[in-house]
């Protein structure tokens, strides 16, 4: 059985939110901090005697600062990958991920083993963010671990690499894509608070007529290509969670870890609800299909009436 078709299964047994741990999965712009911020959220759920289980995703990390259940190190050698489908970079970090993927059901019975003493389950993914969220065995991995256990996404942004109205429009635009194409919890970090707070993001997204002052000086056609942009995303804030942290000095967090009890919400709430729907509509389909076929199969019964039936028919058409 497939990891989805495992997952699926679980996921209409499992009915009580209690006992399920939260999946944090860590995705954002290469460098925003999605390693650093494990770091931090790992420190301090141990520190809440809330250790979680750690998953890495990331073949290509050289050194990681914290400890891990899973590592996709552990089973796939990225330069070994690279050598032998002679892959550049990111080819190889793709490649790495859809091996992985194919053994994704046995990470997720090791995680099932666990489950019940477990609260979070915090998973860091490749620098590049479009060949996770992008990328089939990206999909295949967040769609399995959504299907069984309440899953947010935790969207990593560089705060002080965002200041610019049109890098910020961008990333939220990439933010809100990811958003309707898993339609899981959302929050947005804002990382590297300790450089540069993110009041300015929560002034624009408050706002727009505050974010449309802030483009006055970009007489560009960007310009107004990002002033129709800031009427469209209007509703996507409205919809959004967000938090400022900082990775390195711990600030934040609590009100973070806020949002994720509210985006776990919102996965009973919503998202579990759907996924239940489709797996019933998929299960009365195929109860269906298999009812036509069976009344197929007996219409032939009844019109052989039990006899013998010649099925080499051209056969003796030929002879005559
Ligand atoms: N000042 C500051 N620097 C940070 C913070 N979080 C991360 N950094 C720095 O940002 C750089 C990138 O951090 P990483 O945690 O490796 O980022 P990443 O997103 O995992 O990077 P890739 O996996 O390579 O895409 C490092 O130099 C970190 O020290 C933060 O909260 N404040
Ligand atoms: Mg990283």
Request: proline share 4%; aromatic share 10%.
């Amino acid at each position: 059985m497939s990891a989805p078709e495992t997952a699926s299964a679980s996921a209409a047994q499992t009915t009580d939110p209690k006992k399920m741990p939260t999946v944090i999965l860590c995705i954002g712009m290469a460098g925003s901090g999605k390693t650093t911020f494990m770091q931090r959220m790992n420190a301090h759920l141990r520190a809440q005697k809330q250790a979680p289980y750690v998953l890495n995703l990331d073949p290509a990390v050289s050194k990681l600062p914290y400890g891990t259940n899973i590592d996709i190190r552990d089973t796939i050698d990225y330069k070994q990958v690279m050598k032998e489908y002679k892959l550049g970079p990111n080819g190889a970090i793709l490649t790495a991920l859809n091996l992985f993927t194919t053994k994704f059901d046995q990470v997720l019975e090791f995680v099932d083993k666990r489950s019940e003493a477990l609260d979070y389950v915090i998973v860091d993914t490749p620098g590049q963010i479009e060949i996770f969220t992008w990328s089939a065995s990206g999909s295949i991995i967040t769609d399995s671990l959504a299907a069984t256990y309440p899953t947010v996404l935790a969207y990593i942004i560089d705060t002080p690499r965002t200041t610019s109205p049109a890098t910020f429009m961008s990333n939220m635009l990439y933010a809100c894509s990811i958003l309707y194409k898993t339609k899981l919890p959302f929050i947005l970090v804002f990382n590297k608070t300790d450089v540069q707070s993110h009041q300015f993001a929560v002034e624009w997204m408050s706002d727009f007529e505050a974010y449309q002052r802030a483009l006055k000086d970009d007489t560009t056609y960007m310009s107004s290509l990002m002033n129709s942009m800031s009427l469209v995303l209007d509703e996507f804030y409205a919809n959004l969670r967000f938090a400022g942290v900082s990775a390195v000095t711990g600030s934040g967090f609590d009100e973070f870890f806020d949002r994720v009890k509210e985006a776990r919400d919102e996965y009973y709430a919503e998202y579990k609800p759907e996924l239940e729907r489709i797996i019933r509509e998929r299960q009365k389909l195929q109860e269906s299909e298999k009812k036509d076929q069976l009344d197929r199969l007996l219409k032939d019964m009844a019109i052989s009436e039990g006899k013998e039936v010649d099925l080499d028919v051209d056969a003796d058409a030929d002879e005559q």
